[in-house]
C-alpha cells in the first residue's frame, strides 16, 4: 500500500502541474478568441483592430468553452483536469483613448506601415521650412503696413516714429531688393513742417492697402468659394466625443522603427486618405468636411472651412510675398504706386513702408486667387513661377473692384488636400489624434448608435481564481492522513494587447 500511495502522489503531483498549465493555457486561449472578436465594421472602414463590449462577459463565456469543453457531448465529464470553480475579474484595461491617443495613432502606423512612403518626409520637411520662410515674410510686411498706418498719429508722436520708420524700412526682409534708397538729408523739423496728417489718411484710405483690410474685415468668402457651391451648414452635436475628455498621462512609446517624422507622416497620410473634406467628391450624411474638423475642431463644417480659407489665405500670402521680393519687375511696380500715395510726403522711409504694404496687400490679393483655385481641385506651387502668377498690380485693383480672376494651375503644384496635409504636420499630435477618434465615433454610431471610442479596448489584462479537485487525493489521504487536500485553488493574471 505504500508503494502505491507514493506513486498515486506523484500522479497527483503531476496532475496539479498540468492543471497550472492548462489553465494558463485556457485563459490565454480565451483572451485570443476574445480580441478575435473585433470591431469588423470599424476594421471595414478604418482598417483599425479594437475590441468593442463587455471584454468580463466575451471571456467568462470563452473560458466556460475552455475549461469545459463539449459540455453537451457523451464523455465529456471525463478528463484529468476538471475544474470546480472560477472567478473572472479585470485588473487592468487599455482603451484606444488612453496614453494622449498614442495607443490609437499606433494602430494607424500599423495600418499604414507598408504604404509607398519612399523620400516623402525629406520631401515635406523642405515644404514645411518654405512656409516658416513665407510667414515670416509675411510677418514683416504686416509690421511694416502698421508702422505706415500709424504714422498718421499726432504731431507729437510723429517726430519719435521717424528715425524709427526709417530704421524699420532698411531692416525688412526685402530691403535689400527695394529700388528706392533714401537720401535723407533733411532736418526732423523740416518734416513735420510739410506733413499734412489728414491728407496723409485720405491717401491711405484711397489705397489698395486700405480696400484688402476692409476686405478682410468684411469678409472674403464671397470672392472665395468656386461657381456653384455652397456650404454644407452641418453641425457637430454630440457631447461625449473623445476629444471632450481626454485622459491624463504621458505616450506610451513604441519600438515601431520610425522615427517621429516617419510616424507623423504616416499619420498624416492616414487622416486625408480616410475623412473626406471640402474637395472630395464622395458625400455623405452628417459632417461633410471632416478633414477640416481634425485639423481646427470647430462644432460647424462653416466654421472648419472658414478656419481652413483663412490659414491657407496666410500661407498663400506669405510665400506670394517671397514671389514678388524676388521679382525686380514687381519690386518697381509696388514702389512706383508707393511714390503714387506717399511721395508728396518726401520721407524715403514712409515710402519703404508702404512699399512694404503694397506687397502685403498684393500677395494677399494672389492668395485669394490662389485659395479659390485650390478650392476648385487646382494645384498651386508654394513658390510660384513668373508665368503661373495671376495678378499684375493694375489687374490687383481691377480685382478689387470686383473683377474674380480664374487662377492659373501649376502642373507640378501641390492641392488643397496636399496644403492641409503640410498643416496637419504643424498641428499639435494629441488635438489630431483625438479629433481623428472624434470622427470615427461620428461615423461609426450612424450604424451603431451605441458605439463610443472610450468603450474600444486595445489590451487587458485579467485576473482568475481557479479551483479544482483532487482524484488521487481519496486514496492518499486514507494512507496520510486528514492533513492532504481534496481542493486545489489557484490565483494568477493574463494579459493581451493587439
Sequence with gaps: MLCISIIFTFLESARIQGIKTYMIMGAESALDSAF?????????????????????????????????????KLGSGITWYSLNNTE???????????????????????????????DQTDQILEQLNILEKGESARKDTQEAKKEAESYAGGQDEKAEKTEYIEEKAYTAVFANNLVYRSQNDESREEKEER????????????????????????????????????????????NDLPSCNIPSGEELKYGSGLDDAGRDLLFNMYVTSHFPSFVSKEKRSGVQYELEYILFGKKSDDENLKTSIER???????????????????????????????GWTQNPALIKLTQAAIIGAWAYGESIVDVRSLLGGGKINLIKSEEEWNLSLE???????????????????LTYTDYLRLLLFIEKKEDKYY??????????????????????????????????????????????????PKQYKYNFSVSRMY
Design 36 to 72: 478575435a472578436e473585433y470591431d469588423r465594421d470599424m476594421f471595414e472602414k478604418y482598417g483599425i483592430t479594437l475590441f468593442h463590449g463587455n471584454m468580463e462577459e466575451v471571456m467568462s463565456e470563452y473560458l466556460e468553452y475552455e475549461y469545459h469543453p463539449q459540455t453537451n
Design 88 to 118: 473572472l475579474s479585470v485588473e487592468k484595461v487599455i482603451r484606444a483613448v488612453d496614453y494622449k491617443g498614442s495607443i490609437f495613432a499606433q494602430l494607424v502606423v500599423e495600418y499604414m506601415k507598408y504604404s509607398a512612403v519612399g
Design 195 to 238: 506733413f499734412d496728417q489728414e491728407r496723409y489718411k485720405k491717401e491711405w484710405e484711397d489705397s489698395v492697402i486700405y480696400d484688402v483690410e476692409e476686405i478682410k474685415k468684411s469678409g472674403f468668402m464671397k470672392y472665395i468659394l468656386p461657381r456653384g457651391s455652397a456650404l454644407s451648414g452641418e453641425r457637430i452635436e454630440q
Design 312 to 342: 491657407l489665405l496666410l500661407i498663400r500670402e506669405g510665400l506670394n510675398v517671397i514671389h514678388i521680393t524676388k521679382s525686380p519687375e514687381k519690386m518697381q511696380a509696388a514702389m512706383a504706386m508707393a511714390i503714387s500715395i506717399m
Design 395 to 413: 489687374g490687383f485693383v481691377s480685382f478689387l473692384s470686383g473683377t474674380l480672376t480664374e487662377g492659373k494651375e501649376g502642373k507640378n503644384g
Design 435 to 484: 479629433r481623428t477618434m472624434d470622427m470615427i465615433q461620428v461615423n461609426m454610431k450612424k450604424t451603431n448608435p451605441e458605439f463610443r471610442m472610450e468603450e474600444c479596448i486595445f489590451g487587458v489584462q485579467m485576473g482568475l481564481e481557479v479551483q479544482a479537485s483532487g482524484i488521487f487525493s481519496n486514496f492518499i489521504q486514507n494512507q496520510v492522513g486528514e492533513n492532504f
